[in-house]
């Protein structure tokens, strides 16, 4: 049975991003996967991105790919990230060319900047040292100088600048979302994640978004972190371009000293808790 949704690939559709994707996204887009797990819900096809001539089949008739596949573990292990960050996504970008897949979404990373933590205040915020940081500090943007703390962040900016050269040199429009900590609990479990962090529904807003962005945006970096008090990367472009409105607040999540979570409730001037 056709239908007249745009039809969306997912790599890594088996992931939590991808999961979170299709699950929530349905109702607007067709979406099939291309995962190396099984994922029966939705039409899939099993195969590793490095892979170019096994993946290929799976973008025909495709509108549009959002690019979540990943090597998830050794944040340094360059084999690791060379073959399924780099060739994969080399692979992603070349077989959605041949078949005239008009937009993709690449899932990039925070860690594309990490490395300013080393300096002040960024490493005090990253640390939960709030009493050290005079405000207001300087939001970084998503024209500041690329600077990563992994081999997984380095090849991560090689994946937007080749995306940059696809969308340049064969007329592909490639955005970039430079995601926050997406956690399976939703909500952050460590005080180092407080400034990073990215509600789940926040970013499928964010990949709804760049999927239903105008075909003249061509290229563009979009920086997903949610409305974090502490946060110290710049959402402001994303607001203007694509009017993406971040509702959480890792503020509203708080560890006790026993390491058990209560969500914060703000109620006029009073702060109760809530196990």
């Not at 008739?61 to 073959?83: E, F, K, Q, R």
């Not at 040199?169 to 962090?197: F, H, K």
């Not at 290229?219 to 008090?229: H, L, P, Q, V, W």
């Not at 959480?248 to 058990?260: K, M, N, P, R």
């Amino acid at each position: 049975m056709s239908s007249d949704k745009p039809r969306v690939l997912i790599t890594g559709a088996s992931g939590l991003i991808g999961g979170l994707t299709w699950r929530n996204l349905g109702h607007k887009y067709e979406f099939s996967g291309l995962n190396r797990r099984a994922v029966p819900e939705i039409p899939n096809t099993q195969g590793d991105i490095s892979d170019f001539d096994t993946i290929l089949p799976a973008f025909e008739g495709i509108d549009m790919v959002v690019h979540m596949a990943n090597y998830t573990g050794d944040a340094d292990s360059w084999d690791m990230h060379l073959n399924m960050g780099i060739i994969g996504t080399r692979n992603v970008y070349e077989a959605a060319r041949l078949n005239g897949v008009k937009r993709v979404v690449l899932g990039s990373t925070g860690d594309t900047t990490t490395g300013y933590e080393m300096d002040y205040p960024y490493g005090e915020l990253a640390a939960g040292e709030y009493d050290k940081v005079n405000e207001p500090w300087r939001m970084l943007t998503h024209t500041d100088p690329t600077r990563p703390k992994s081999v997984y962040g380095a090849c991560k900016i090689f994946c937007e600048a080749l995306g940059h050269w696809y969308s340049d040199r064969y007329d592909m429009s490639v955005l970039c979302i430079r995601l926050g900590a997406v956690l399976a609990e939703n909500r952050p479990t460590l005080r180092r994640q407080y400034p990073g962090w990215l509600d789940q529904q926040d970013c499928v807003d964010m990949i709804d978004r760049c999927l239903a962005a105008p075909e003249s945006l061509k290229f563009d970096t979009f920086n997903a972190i949610s409305d974090n008090k502490y946060r110290w990367r710049d959402i402001g472009h994303a607001k203007e371009v694509l009017g993406w409105e971040p509702r959480g607040h890792a503020e509203d999540y708080d560890l006790d000293d026993q390491g058990g979570w209560h969500q914060v409730i703000k109620n006029d001037q009073n702060l109760r808790r809530e196990t």
